[in-house]
């Protein structure tokens, strides 16, 4: 099952009241490859329940081009679903500062999960500080692994 940023707000709530320790990551996750891996299993050890975002096919053809993404949201849900206890499928319009407060909001994470390339790091810091978490950088990213050299080498 995947949620949505509405219906993950109780799931939250009701694991903030055992007093787990939330950690949220977002990500494409397009073609699940061994950098997403070890991502998502260093973002799990940061806490007791990984709760992923999945970003929207949209998003990954406005941010990678065309022929992206290689595989549906859904399917790299799935994929995702198999490192993370909650996957909650991301909207089209995930793209500004209203839509990461509706997150942030809606999970109230411990942990914010990123990787060390992570795109607007500040802007994240700032989320996390109004929220009460804390953004943890959970993996230095290696340039020599990415679904655009996978793609690139296929051709």
């Given at each position: 099952?995947?949620?949505?940023?509405?219906?993950?707000?109780?799931?939250?709530?009701?694991?903030?009241?055992?007093?787990?320790?939330?950690?949220?990551?977002?990500?494409?996750?397009?073609?699940?490859?061994?950098?997403?891996?070890?991502?998502?299993?260093?973002?799990?050890?940061?806490?007791?329940?990984?709760?992923?975002?999945?970003?929207?096919?949209?998003?990954?053809?406005?941010?990678?081009?065309?022929?992206?993404?290689?595989?549906?949201?859904?399917?790299?849900?799935?994929?995702?679903?198999?490192?993370?206890?909650?996957?909650?499928?991301?909207?089209?319009?995930?793209?500004?500062?209203?839509?990461?407060?509706?997150?942030?909001?809606?999970?109230?994470?411990?942990?914010?999960?990123?990787?060390?390339?992570?795109?607007?790091?500040?802007?994240?810091?700032?989320?996390?500080?109004?929220?009460?978490?804390?953004?943890?950088?959970?993996?230095?990213?290696n340039p020599s692994v990415s679904t655009t050299q996978i793609v690139s080498s296929k051709v």
């Amino acid at each position: 099952m995947f949620y949505t940023i509405d219906t993950i707000k109780s799931i939250s709530h009701s694991l903030h009241s055992r007093s787990r320790r939330l950690v949220l990551a977002t990500g494409f996750f397009d073609l699940l490859h061994i950098e997403h891996i070890n991502f998502l299993k260093k973002a799990a050890r940061a806490g007791d329940t990984l709760i992923v975002g999945v970003e929207s096919d949209a998003r990954a053809k406005a941010q990678k081009g065309e022929g992206r993404p290689i595989e549906i949201q859904v399917v790299r849900a799935q994929k995702v679903r198999e490192y993370a206890q909650y996957v909650i499928l991301l909207p089209d319009d995930f793209d500004n500062q209203a839509a990461y407060n509706s997150l942030l909001s809606s999970v109230r994470p411990h942990y914010y999960a990123v990787s060390s390339h992570t795109s607007f790091l500040d802007n994240k810091r700032l989320l996390c500080k109004k929220y009460g978490c804390e953004l943890v950088v959970v993996h230095t990213w290696n340039p020599s692994v990415s679904t655009t050299q996978i793609v690139s080498s296929k051709v």
